[in-house]
């Protein structure tokens, strides 16, 4: 049977040659919790944007339940896949909730404007994710933080199969980043398959999940991220020493560095 | 972390989103009651003044058939002149707000209005070819609307062209097109024939509504009405096209459709009321603005609110432009006068709040 997503010899330049990564293979099952691994420049965002459908690859291909991205239309691919990014940048002051009810957009026709059960569905969400406070706020006076919560809920009223996450917690403090990664495994034990990039090892380590390795020149290693998360992969990822050292105060490994 | 929302879900929330309908119902009505009461002012009102009962009666007469108890001045001093007047005003004071605010939300960029893709300047052009040609009154008409849609024809392709998709480049791509327009029509005045012709382009350049009459509105009514309704059915879009192209379209917007759509009807809009009044600045700008502190900026409730809020705005700015003095003063001088302290104000208040 063919997995949820499939990425096979995946490949992306501009138009004048310049590659931002290729030989990129990796499959994602349902229900998984997968990181994308890889350094700055690794074209981590190029490539979600790829599994977004929002990007065409130059070679390879992403296939979800066995077809290509590229065939399915915006609004069935939006039923299917969500995205979470980085920044939310809101240029109209919508309030948390008008905002939340977007996310029904995928349901809802061209000349209609969302129903009372999408309207419940955003009750939910708000409800999950403790927004009560800031339901009648607008996004854009939100922090960081909030916003990232909001745009997770919206998500969640999206209720798409996969949810994707760029980079979810390089912006925020680290109280925040953990509160993030939380809420991100909470959703796989709901049911939704989570894809996320990240530049920090011990996001996969804290996890779980699968992970894949990704360099400029291809995939270095995928897998479980207990077994393929290695000091030497580590380091030759990131051109530095990194050292994987086993903590027995969190019972866990950790991502450490030589001295400076 | 994520809690069992469902469970907690209570009947209590269910009303939010109830309560708010509620709420523009009450400023709908709100709103419809003061252009009500606008326009039946704007007819009894002016340098020939009708009482409100003889007014009521001549209105209601075609339905009514009552013995006439008005002078024949009254009934067409109400019905041939002013209320196609006032129909106008309502018309063109919508479209051009209605239009603004759509393209506000499809360019993401407040700062937005009709003339931004030139289509004003495109229909002054086109106007004021059809003068230097002696055309008839609904040639000009039709040449204002025909050189409307070349423009904005014109300012969608230039990034095409270009190939560079941006809002961006759409707002240079407008600039360049309408100052362009601008020029010719500069060009068109300067040949015009100064005793004649070239008063009747400045009168059309400066926007008025009082050379309109049943023909005009005959010609540009219905275009405005399936114009405005299409826009109407399309208003939560506008909220998800605002979000910027990536958003939009991992939301499942077809944007490339959608969004042509709106601009296609948002131009019509444009057109058509530059068609009917000249051009009238600010009015497309600053009501959605104004409308934005009343309902928030959801479209959903944004848009049908500036209908409302504009053809109200209109109506009393073509009611000073008629009685304040002993000569009748151009709309888009009103409309600059006023409009452009209220867009500063809200500048700056803007600016206090972030």
């Not at chain 1, 479980?224 to 030759?236: F, G, I, K, N, Q």
């Not at chain 2, 530059?274 to 409730?301: E, M, Q």
Request: with cysteine; hydrophobic share 50%; charged share 15%.
């Amino acid at each position: 049977m063919a997995s949820l997503l499939e990425v096979k010899d995946l490949a992306f330049h501009y138009m004048h040659g310049v590659d931002v990564f290729r030989g990129v293979s990796f499959a994602v099952e349902k229900g998984q919790m997968f990181t994308l691994l890889g350094p700055n420049g690794a074209g981590k965002s190029t490539l979600l944007n790829c599994l977004a459908g929002l990007a065409a690859p130059s070679e390879g291909y992403v296939k979800l339940n066995g077809e290509d991205v590229g065939r399915f239309s915006a609004r069935a691919l939006a039923k299917h896949i969500g995205y979470v990014r980085q920044h939310i940048s809101v240029t109209y002051g919508y309030t948390v909730r008008e905002y939340l009810v977007m996310g029904a957009a995928p349901r809802i026709g061209m000349f209609s404007t969302p129903k009372q059960e999408d309207y419940e569905r955003v009750e939910e969400a708000i409800a999950d994710l403790s927004l009560q406070k800031l339901a009648d706020r607008a996004v854009s006076n939100l922090s960081g933080g909030e916003r990232q919560r909001v745009a997770i809920a919206r998500a969640i009223v999206q209720n798409p199969e996969i949810i994707l996450f760029d980079e979810p917690t390089s912006a925020l403090d680290y109280g925040n980043q953990i509160r993030v990664m939380r809420t991100m495994k909470e959703l796989t034990e709901r049911g939704y398959t989570v894809i996320m990039t990240t530049h920090n090892p011990d996001q996969p380590i804290l996890l779980g999940g699968q992970v894949a390795m990704l360099k400029a020149d291809g995939t270095l290693a995928v897998g479980d991220a207990d077994s393929t998360l290695t000091s030497e992969r580590l380091s030759e990822l990131y051109g530095t020493e990194l050292h994987l050292v086993f903590v027995d105060e969190v019972d866990r490994v950790a991502c450490v560095s030589s001295k400076l | 972390m994520i809690k069992d929302g469902k469970k907690r879900f209570s009947a209590e929330d269910e009303t939010v989103e109830g309560k708010k309908q509620v709420l523009l119902s009450v400023i709908l009505i709100g709103c419809a009651i003061v252009v009500v009461v606008l326009a039946v002012a704007s007819l009894c009102i002016g340098r020939y003044s009708v009482d409100v009962q003889t007014t009521l009666a001549i209105l209601a007469s075609p339905l009514t058939h009552a013995d006439a108890s008005w002078t024949v001045n009254d009934y067409n001093v109400i019905m041939n002149i002013r209320l196609p007047r006032v129909l106008a005003a309502f018309l063109v004071g919508a479209a051009l707000a209605l239009s603004g605010a759509s393209y506000q939300g499809v360019f993401q960029n407040p700062l937005v209005s009709p003339d931004i893709l030139g289509v004003s300047y495109g229909a002054c052009v086109g106007a004021a070819l059809s003068i230097l040609l002696y055309m008839n009154t609904w040639q000009t008409q039709i040449f204002a609307f025909i050189g409307g849609l070349i423009t904005v024809f014109v300012t969608v392709s230039i990034p095409k062209l270009m190939h560079r998709h941006t809002n961006v480049m759409m707002v240079l791509s407008g600039i360049i097109v309408g100052g362009f327009m601008s020029s010719i029509l500069g060009l068109m005045k300067y040949v015009a024939d100064p005793d004649t012709q070239l008063a009747e382009i400045t009168y059309w350049q400066l926007g008025s509504i009082a050379k309109v009459n049943f023909d005009t509105l005959l010609y540009t009514a219905p275009v405005m009405i399936v114009a405005a309704i299409v826009l109407v059915a399309m208003r939560w879009r506008l909220n998800l096209i605002s979000l910027g192209e990536e958003e939009a379209r991992s939301l499942g917007v077809d944007l490339k459709r959608e969004r042509g759509v709106i601009i296609v009807a948002a131009t019509v809009l444009t057109a058509s009321a530059v068609s009917v009044a000249g051009t009238i600045g600010w009015v497309g700008l600053i009501i959605p603005h104004v409308t934005r502190r009343i309902v928030g900026s959801d479209n959903k409730r944004l848009i049908p609110t500036v209908i409302l809020v504009a053809a109200a705005f209109m109506l009393l700015v073509d009611l000073f432009a008629r009685n304040i003095s002993g000569y009748e003063i151009p709309l888009g001088i009103l409309t600059g006068l006023v409009g452009a302290p209220i867009f500063g104000y809200i500048l700056v208040k803007q600016r206090d709040v972030d």
